[in-house]
Structure formats: structure tokens, C-alpha cells
């Protein structure tokens, strides 16, 4: 059962990411702080809700929320700065937008890095223990998702609109058939073998 309050802060925070493990496509990040009585019988970790859950609560969890704040790093910037660093820094982007800032911050995963002055915990797991982090779970899974169908339009072939940027055999067979775009990720083993790109 998910839990409200970790810490004891009325303004706790709670970010996480999505899309960490995509050949294409940006890291999006969400922070969310929630209202002391907040419950929503249906939030759960955004990876156990189908689609339409989540769709029905991103405005709930828009609406409800005392802030909130969602962050795209782009695949250049992953690139350079390397996924962990990249979902870190979209996390930090992401708390940076809340208005009020938090006192608190729970984070999903085990790494992090201190933002400002501002204590933090990670927590494994975290998105399917703590409604904060679960709220914003759906939020990056959501706006990642709106994102990738948007550039679907760009590059249909690559069928982003259902895979979403990750690793399908689908994707890979475009990937192999037309080359990468400026929306893969370079770093990444985009093809099993390998195969070396003109850039």
C-alpha cells in the first residue's frame, strides 16, 4: 500500500524518471507534491498501470497536486553527459519548477545527487511505496509518452507512437532498415552487432 509522508514534511517532494532505458527519445523526469490528505485508490508505480490508468490520472495528479514539474533531456545531452547523469539532471530540472519549493525530497532509484541545500532520500522501489513518487512516475511516463507520439510524426517508420523509443524488435528492424535519426541516442547499442553509423 502506498504510503503519503516519508520524511514529515508537509512539502515533500517526490521525483522519478522514464524512458531511462530507450534507444530514442528524451529522459523525462517529474516532481510532484502532494497535499497532506491526498489518496487516490488507483495510483500506483506508473510500470504496474495500463495506459488508460495513466491517462485518466495525469489531470488528477495535475489538479490535485500543490506543484508539480516535469524535464526533457534531449539524446545530445544524454549522450554527453551519460543516462545516469542525464536522468539526474532532469530530475534536478524538474524540482527546480515547484512552486513552493520542497523541504523534502524522495527519489526513486538509489542514486542522486544533492540538490541545493535541500535533504533528500532514495528510495528502491520507491514508486510503488511512496504516493508522491508514484505521482510523479505517471507524470514523466505520460509526458515522455505525448512526446514520443509527437515525433512519431517526424519518423513514422521507426513506429515510436507504439514503442515509445525502446528496444522492440521492431525498432531495432528500422533502426537496421533506415538508419538513426537526431532523436537516437549515440551512446547506446542501438543494433545487437553494433554496426558503425555515418554520423
Same mark, same amino acid.
Given at each position: ?11 515533500? +517532494? ?7 532505458? +530507450? ?18 485508490? !488507483? ?13 485518466? =490520472? ?8 500543490? +506543484? ?64 508522491? !513518487? ?45 538508419? !538513426? ?8 547499442? =542501438? ?9
Amino acid at each position: 500500500m502506498l504510503t503519503r509522508n516519508y520524511s514529515g514534511h508537509i512539502l515533500e +517532494c517526490g521525483t522519478d524518471e522514464a524512458g531511462r532505458g +530507450c534507444l530514442a527519445g528524451p529522459v523525462t523526469a517529474a516532481a510532484v507534491i502532494l497535499p497532506e490528505h491526498f489518496y487516490n485508490s !488507483i495510483l500506483n508505480d506508473s510500470k504496474q498501470l495500463s495506459e488508460s490508468k495513466r491517462i485518466r =490520472l495525469k489531470p488528477i495528479i495535475e489538479t490535485d497536486s500543490i +506543484c508539480f514539474g516535469v524535464s526533457h533531456i534531449d539524446p545530445n545531452d544524454i549522450d554527453s553527459l551519460n543516462i545516469l547523469n542525464a536522468s539526474i539532471l532532469a530530475m534536478h530540472k524538474a524540482i527546480e519548477c515547484l512552486k513552493p519549493s520542497p523541504q523534502f525530497i524522495l527519489v526513486d532509484g538509489n542514486r542522486f545527487k544533492p540538490f541545493k541545500d535541500i535533504s533528500h532520500e532514495t528510495i528502491i522501489k520507491g514508486d510503488a511505496k511512496f504516493m508522491s !513518487i508514484a505521482a510523479a512516475s505517471v507524470l514523466a511516463k505520460t509526458y515522455r509518452d505525448l512526446y514520443m507520439d509527437k515525433i512519431h510524426d517526424e519518423f513514422p517508420m521507426y513506429n515510436w507512437k507504439k514503442n515509445k523509443g525502446y528496444p522492440t524488435k521492431e525498432h531495432r528492424e528500422a533502426i537496421r532498415k533506415y538508419g !538513426i535519426t537526431k532523436y537516437h541516442r549515440r551512446s547506446f547499442k =542501438l543494433l545487437p552487432e553494433q554496426l558503425k553509423f555515418d554520423f
